[in-house]
């Protein structure tokens, strides 16, 4: 008597994710008669036969174990077909063989299996567990003398003996495998979602590559994680070394291995991947590509990686829980097996997984050797994250954790620690080409870079240019993309501060990777204070030629990144240009309070010159803008102090002076700029002070020397591609470029365009009853304190309405509202 539930097709969960693809090959026209599905324990190979079968009739199922003799294997398989799948009369007066003299048994079997149409399958699930001779020989000659209407589909946790390398050269059995059983991410999220989680794409992913798609491993994450924290919390910490995930790896899979394999797997447990010629050296066996090779083939446990490396992969769940049992059990073993692999890789000049290993042993004399030959190409390659993990290993009180044993490990630790200070950059390069050690391509590209730093901070603006290019092209041609990064940005700093902001945007966006067809992912050095600082360049080129709304985006990228990624004043120049961005598209009561907000929180921290001078010319327009000059002051304060920005300065009190339309003053103040005896930090300011005598000769009605001032702007501005002053000009700056017609250059063009734009009034714009009556009191020279008293409203509310006026009627200041209301009959 055969228990029913041996023969019965096991019950599938209504949460079982469906995967009716998987046997897509075995059910296709022509298929082989003969399936195997092959993989380790928790692999879901039950539940995915059990699921397709429940589909497909007629279908047998037979469970197969331990128990099982000859007698009883065929008795189990007889009642199958007999009670499940219909099996007609000539099945069902055969009798099972009594003994192995029962030779003509197999042969009765075949006859009667011979016509069915459509065949039968035979499902024979668990053959690994017959351990009896007589039935597995039984099972071999099934396989073999299978008949024609029968089709066969075997589940063994290993390739089960029954001469498969002789099917499969003839075409005569079709696979399924581990690698196929695995989960895919799309499989994953259902998964989850079914147990009722709510994971993002990246913790999907990060789940399905770290169980494998092992769905065992998959199963117990789902249960652990019900009970975490956050997914992302569980994600850092999941491992094979989880309670649950050990007991099942140890009950289910370490303990059918023989001694021998686990010990093989225990050692080489410490490296992912696991070249086959570094196994020969872990585990000291000449065979150990045949153990891997073998180990794929008969259990899944081992994969064998694309390429021809003979590269394998263990389970990552299994390598985990064996690297953390001998890391706790074996301590002194694990430090000599990683000192081994890190002297492997270092001798295959794979300085990563070299590090990698030298970090986890505990020899600092060859962590140091390897940061001593590694650290400056990985920092200039920018393999960051296994550069400072590396240096946070090595012994000491030194920051990051050790001291640098070299001038070439000191350099690379600044260089992926992100030093601010270009001068002690400059010095530490000048150590490392004094010491000589690094290797050709290294020397030549900090040579280059040395030398282009040495030209910055000499103020040879166009040797650093120069020189850095060459920089650059060796960075390129060898691969140093952190180095290329640098190089970039620093040569878009020189064209910022040049003003030529076409180069300035190019170089910067170069270093961010906007030059790519298409996006790519954040590269390891991120987030990096290089790359802070090309978002700064890029937010300012785009800036000063008049495309707020590319500005403004890449200052949020950068702020996106975390706080204490971003040095204090670069996170100012980013709040700075961001602010600026918002007042030029249409919103200055909101960009100038993050500009001031940005320098309230800097208070007292040290800024350099340029950068306190654009920050005052920045704040101090957006104030103009808004209507109260008394406010302007307070960004202008800390420039009065410093010698190097008279010209600046200069700049601030003209634009008051005409706000005020004082144009005798206004002009006295810019008259050393505009002739050329007063020579400014920033380039653009020279462009805004010929506007500011533009705009002082158009009021005085001197139409041709407005022009001329006009016509000498344009030509300054032009190679710069220098907008923005021309777009912040007042209307009477607007009038000449109406009229500026001569030869009709494609860069005036541009300027009358973007002039037009930002005054255009909004389209149907019609005044409230509020705004009317505010804009009422702007002829009279009340403050907004003042009006906001009158109307018994707030000050800030006062603005709001001010500037809400301003881009109704199309005009930038308090004096052109007044002028255009007038001329439409509002006042």
Same mark, same amino acid.
């Given at each position: 008597?055969?228990?029913?539930?041996?023969?019965?097709?096991?019950?599938?969960?209504?949460?079982?994710?469906?995967?009716?693809?998987?046997?897509?090959?075995?059910d296709a026209?022509?298929?082989?008669?003969?399936g195997?599905?092959?993989a380790?324990?928790? /692999? +879901?190979?039950?539940?995915?036969l059990?699921?397709?079968?429940?589909?497909h009739?007629?279908?047998?199922?037979?469970?197969?174990?331990?128990?099982?003799?000859?007698?009883?294997?065929?008795?189990?398989?007889?009642?199958?077909?007999?009670?499940?799948?219909?099996?007609?009369?000539?099945v069902?007066?055969?009798?099972?063989?009594? +003994?192995?003299?029962?030779?003509d048994?197999?042969?009765?079997?075949?006859?009667?299996?011979d016509?069915p149409?459509?065949?039968?399958?035979?499902?024979?699930?668990? #053959?690994?567990?017959?351990?009896?001779?007589?039935?597995?020989?039984?099972l071999?000659?099934?396989?073999?003398?299978?008949?024609?209407?029968?089709? *066969?589909?075997?589940?063994?946790?290993?390739?089960?003996?029954?001469?498969?390398?002789?099917?499969?050269?003839?075409?005569?059995?079709?696979d399924?495998?581990?690698?196929?059983?695995?989960?895919s991410?799309?499989?994953t999220?259902?998964?989850?979602?079914?147990?009722?989680?709510? *994971?993002?794409?990246?913790?999907?992913? !990060?789940?399905?590559?770290?169980?494998?798609?092992?769905?065992?491993?998959?199963?117990?994450?789902?249960?652990?994680?019900?009970?975490?924290?956050?997914?992302?919390? $569980?994600?850092?910490?999941?491992?094979?070394?989880?309670?649950?995930?050990?007991?099942?790896?140890?009950?289910?899979?370490?303990?059918?291995l023989?001694?021998?394999?686990?010990?093989?797997?225990?050692?080489?447990?410490?490296?992912?991947?696991?070249?086959?010629?570094?196994?020969?050296?872990?585990?000291?066996?000449e065979?150990?590509?045949e153990?891997?090779?073998?180990?794929e083939r008969?259990?899944?446990?081992?994969?064998?990686?694309?390429?021809?490396?003979?590269?394998h992969?263990?389970?990552?769940?299994?390598?985990?829980?064996?690297?953390?049992?001998?890391?706790r059990?074996?301590?002194?073993?694990?430090?000599?097996?990683?000192?081994r692999?890190?002297?492997?890789?270092?001798?295959?000049?794979?300085?990563?997984?070299?590090?990698? =290993?030298?970090g986890?042993?505990?020899?600092?004399?060859?962590?140091?050797e390897?940061?001593?030959?590694?650290a400056?190409r990985l920092?200039?390659?920018?393999?960051?994250?296994p550069?400072?993990?590396?240096?946070?290993?090595?012994?000491?009180?030194?920051?990051?954790?050790?001291?640098?044993?070299?001038?070439?490990?000191?350099?690379?630790?600044?260089?992926?620690?992100?030093?601010?200070?270009?001068r002690?950059l400059?010095?530490?390069?000048?150590?490392?080409?004094?010491?000589?050690?690094?290797?050709?391509?290294?020397?030549?590209?900090?040579d280059?870079?040395?030398?282009?730093?040495?030209?910055?901070?000499?103020?040879?603006?166009?040797?650093a240019?120069?020189?850095?290019?060459?920089?650059?092209?060796?960075?390129?041609?060898?691969? $140093?993309?952190f180095?290329?990064?640098q190089c970039?940005?620093?040569?878009?700093?020189?064209?910022?501060v040049?003003?030529?902001h076409?180069?300035?945007?190019t =170089?910067?966006?170069?270093?961010?990777?906007?030059?790519a067809?298409a996006?790519?992912?954040?590269?390891?050095?991120?987030?990096?204070?290089?790359?802070?600082?090309?978002h700064?360049?890029? &937010? /300012?080129?785009?800036?000063?030629q008049?495309?707020?709304e590319?500005?403004?985006?890449?200052?949020?990228?950068?702020?996106?990144?975390?706080?204490?990624?971003?040095?204090?004043?670069?996170?100012?120049?980013?709040?700075?240009l961001?602010?600026?961005?918002?007042?030029?598209?249409?919103?200055?009561a909101?960009?100038?309070?993050?500009i001031?907000?940005?320098?309230?929180?800097?208070?007292?921290?040290?800024?350099?010159? !340029?950068?306190?001078?654009?920050?005052?010319?920045?704040?101090?327009?957006?104030?103009?803008?808004?209507?109260?000059p008394?406010?302007?002051?307070?960004?202008?304060?800390?420039?009065?102090?410093?010698?190097d920005?008279?010209?600046?300065?200069?700049?601030?009190?003209?634009?008051?002076?005409l706000? !005020?339309?004082?144009? +005798?003053?206004?002009?006295?103040?810019?008259?050393?700029?505009?002739?050329?005896?007063?020579?400014?930090?920033?380039?653009?300011?020279?462009?805004?002070a010929?506007?500011?005598?533009?705009?002082?000769?158009?009021?005085?009605?001197?139409?041709?020397? &407005?022009?001329?001032?006009?016509?000498?702007?344009?030509?300054?501005?032009?190679?710069?591609?220098?907008l923005?002053?021309?777009v912040q000009?007042?209307?009477?700056?607007?009038?000449?470029?109406?009229?500026?017609?001569?030869?009709?250059?494609? $860069?005036?063009?541009?300027?009358?365009? &973007?002039?037009?734009?930002?005054?255009?009034?909004?389209?149907?714009?019609?005044?409230t009853?509020?705004?009317?009556?505010?804009?009422? *009191?702007?002829?009279?020279?009340?403050s907004?304190?003042?009006?906001?008293?009158?109307?018994?409203?707030?000050?800030?509310?006062?603005k709001?309405? #001010?500037?809400?006026?301003?881009?109704?009627?199309?005009v930038q200041?308090r004096?052109?509202?007044?002028?255009?209301?007038q001329?439409?009959?509002?006042?």
């Amino acid at each position: 008597m055969i228990p029913r539930g041996k023969t019965t097709v096991p019950g599938v969960p209504p949460d079982v994710v469906a995967r009716p693809e998987l046997f897509a090959g075995f059910d296709a026209a022509g298929a082989p008669g003969v399936g195997l599905v092959s993989a380790p324990a928790g /692999y +879901g190979k039950t539940l995915a036969l059990a699921g397709w079968a429940a589909g497909h009739a007629p279908t047998a199922w037979v469970s197969l174990d331990r128990h099982d003799d000859a007698h009883l294997l065929w008795s189990a398989i007889l009642a199958a077909l007999v009670r499940d799948a219909g099996a007609g009369a000539e099945v069902r007066e055969l009798a099972p063989p009594r +003994g192995a003299d029962d030779r003509d048994f197999l042969a009765r079997f075949c006859a009667a299996l011979d016509v069915p149409d459509p065949p039968i399958t035979l499902v024979l699930d668990d #053959v690994h567990e017959v351990g009896d001779a007589a039935a597995m020989g039984e099972l071999r000659s099934l396989v073999l003398y299978r008949p024609r209407g029968l089709r *066969l589909l075997l589940s063994s946790r290993f390739d089960p003996p029954l001469s498969l390398p002789r099917l499969r050269l003839e075409g005569r059995l079709w696979d399924l495998r581990a690698d196929r059983l695995a989960f895919s991410p799309a499989e994953t999220a259902v998964l989850t979602e079914r147990a009722g989680l709510t *994971l993002s794409a990246d913790e999907t992913r !990060r789940l399905q590559r770290r169980t494998g798609g092992w769905a065992a491993g998959l199963r117990l994450a789902v249960q652990a994680m019900r009970n975490a924290e956050s997914p992302e919390a $569980f994600l850092a910490a999941f491992s094979g070394d989880d309670r649950s995930v050990a007991d099942y790896l140890v009950g289910e899979v370490l303990d059918t291995l023989p001694a021998p394999t686990r010990e093989f797997l225990t050692v080489a447990s410490i490296t992912d991947p696991l070249p086959g010629a570094l196994a020969v050296e872990l585990t000291g066996r000449e065979d150990a590509v045949e153990v891997l090779e073998r180990l794929e083939r008969e259990t899944s446990l081992v994969e064998e990686l694309a390429g021809d490396q003979h590269e394998h992969r263990i389970l990552e769940l299994l390598r985990t829980y064996l690297d953390a049992e001998l890391h706790r059990r074996r301590p002194v073993l694990a430090a000599e097996l990683h000192g081994r692999a890190a002297r492997w890789w270092a001798g295959r000049d794979v300085p990563v997984a070299a590090l990698g =290993h030298a970090g986890r042993g505990s020899d600092p004399a060859l962590l140091a050797e390897l940061l001593d030959r590694f650290a400056l190409r990985l920092a200039l390659t920018g393999n960051h994250p296994p550069l400072r993990r590396a240096l946070a290993s090595t012994p000491g009180d030194g920051p990051p954790g050790g001291t640098p044993t070299s001038a070439a490990t000191a350099l690379g630790a600044a260089l992926v620690l992100d030093a601010e200070d270009l001068r002690a950059l400059g010095a530490a390069v000048a150590d490392v080409l004094t010491a000589g050690s690094p290797d050709a391509p290294v020397l030549a590209v900090l040579d280059a870079l040395g030398r282009g730093l040495g030209d910055l901070l000499t103020d040879d603006l166009d040797g650093a240019r120069d020189v850095l290019e060459e920089a650059r092209a060796i960075a390129d041609r060898h691969g $140093f993309d952190f180095a290329a990064v640098q190089c970039r940005t620093l040569l878009a700093y020189v064209a910022a501060v040049q003003g030529d902001h076409v180069a300035a945007r190019t =170089h910067s966006g170069e270093a961010l990777g906007e030059d790519a067809v298409a996006p790519a992912p954040r590269p390891p050095w991120e987030p990096s204070a290089w790359v802070t600082l090309a978002h700064v360049l890029h &937010a /300012y080129a785009a800036l000063q030629q008049a495309d707020p709304e590319t500005a403004r985006s890449a200052t949020e990228a950068a702020l996106s990144r975390p706080d204490e990624t971003v040095p204090p004043t670069l996170r100012f120049a980013l709040r700075v240009l961001g602010g600026a961005a918002r007042a030029d598209a249409g919103e200055p009561a909101d960009g100038l309070a993050e500009i001031r907000r940005a320098r309230t929180e800097l208070a007292g921290h040290p800024l350099p010159a !340029r950068l306190e001078a654009l920050a005052a010319l920045l704040e101090h327009r957006a104030a103009l803008r808004l209507g109260h000059p008394a406010g302007t002051l307070d960004g202008a304060s800390g420039l009065a102090a410093r010698d190097d920005t008279s010209a600046e300065v200069a700049l601030l009190a003209a634009w008051t002076e005409l706000d !005020r339309d004082r144009t +005798g003053a206004a002009s006295a103040r810019v008259a050393g700029i505009v002739a050329g005896t007063q020579v400014p930090l920033l380039p653009h300011v020279v462009v805004e002070a010929q506007l500011v005598q533009a705009t002082v000769d158009a009021r005085a009605a001197d139409v041709a020397a &407005a022009r001329r001032c006009l016509r000498t702007a344009l030509a300054t501005a032009g190679p710069l591609d220098l907008l923005r002053p021309f777009v912040q000009a007042g209307e009477e700056v607007g009038a000449l470029l109406a009229e500026h017609q001569e030869g009709d250059e494609p $860069f005036a063009a541009r300027v009358r365009a &973007a002039h037009r734009t930002a005054g255009e009034p909004l389209a149907n714009a019609r005044l409230t009853d509020r705004e009317l009556a505010v804009l009422e *009191l702007l002829p009279s020279l009340m403050s907004s304190d003042d009006i906001a008293a009158a109307l018994s409203v707030s000050r800030s509310t006062v603005k709001t309405h #001010v500037q809400t006026i301003y881009t109704k009627l199309g005009v930038q200041s308090r004096r052109s509202a007044v002028q255009t209301a007038q001329a439409r009959g509002l006042l």
